[in-house]
């Protein structure tokens, strides 16, 4: 999983509730990017930032919000407008002096449960 | 818009046999290819890409895939498959066209090798 750590492993989270999730990478990588993880059908991007306070959306960013205040940190909140997050999440990171064919790495994920 | 298929959800294969995982994509440009591997509750490990040249490449743990540009394919193979291979199996494309830096990834096949 090189230098990408991700906590915690297990996130309960109560209805109404907004939690965060937190991915940290000390390879000194410009992008980090956030997928969602759901059995069946891959991987889905969620969120994703080239530089630091800049992001963009994904493909499912709703009921998601994000923050890039460091380079090594890219927090993610799922919030109570997310009415299905029980899923595995996945923070990844890239070297941007290849664009496109840089080779992004993963953390170990998170997987957050709905009480 | 870029996408990914890998037509099986599970591959069963006797240990010391030669093994296939296919994947199939679609790109307005030229695509860059990926497989990654993840076993159970963990991130994705990066096994290879293709990005240009030489059909076939190398990468990881004795795995190798041939990119068909005519067939719009990026197989991953290995001549003799271990019980411990035994995991999840994703392909994923980046076009530049599209100005898309993240992956799109297939819905995954899993490997089952029988000792």
């Known amino acids: 999983d090189g230098g990408i750590t991700q906590s915690p492993k297990y996130l309960f989270r109560k209805e109404g509730q907004n939690v965060t999730l937190s991915c940290e990478q000390n390879?000194?990588?410009?992008?980090m990017y956030w997928y969602r993880q759901d059995p069946g059908q891959g991987l889905r991007l969620i969120y994703y930032?080239?530089?630091?306070?800049?992001?963009q959306k994904g493909d499912i960013a709703e009921g998601y919000s994000v923050s890039r205040e460091k380079k090594e940190s890219f927090p993610l909140t799922v919030t109570s407008a997310q009415k299905n997050p029980t899923a595995f999440y996945l923070c990844a990171s890239s070297i941007s002096s290849e664009p496109y064919q840089e080779t992004q790495y993963f953390g170990p994920g998170t997987r957050l449960l709905v009480l | 818009a870029q996408s990914v298929a890998q037509p099986e959800d599970q591959v069963n294969v006797a240990e010391g046999n030669p093994l296939t995982v296919k994947c199939t994509y679609s790109?307005?440009?030229?695509?860059?290819l990926f497989w990654y591997v993840q076993y159970p509750n963990r991130g994705l490990q990066f096994l290879l890409k293709y990005i240009t040249g030489d059909n076939l490449v190398k990468g990881s743990y004795g795995f190798e895939a041939e990119f068909n540009k005519s067939q719009t394919s990026f197989h991953l193979k290995k001549p003799s498959a271990l019980v411990s291979d035994s995991a999840l199996y994703f392909c994923?494309?980046?076009?530049?066209?599209?100005?898309?830096?993240?992956?799109?990834f297939g819905s995954g096949t899993r490997l089952q090798v029988q000792p």
């Open positions: 994923a494309v980046r076009d530049w066209l599209t100005g898309r830096r993240a992956l799109t």
């Open positions: 930032s080239q530089i630091v306070n800049d992001f």
């Open positions: 790109v307005s440009g030229n695509p860059y």
């Open positions: 390879l000194n990588h410009d992008a």
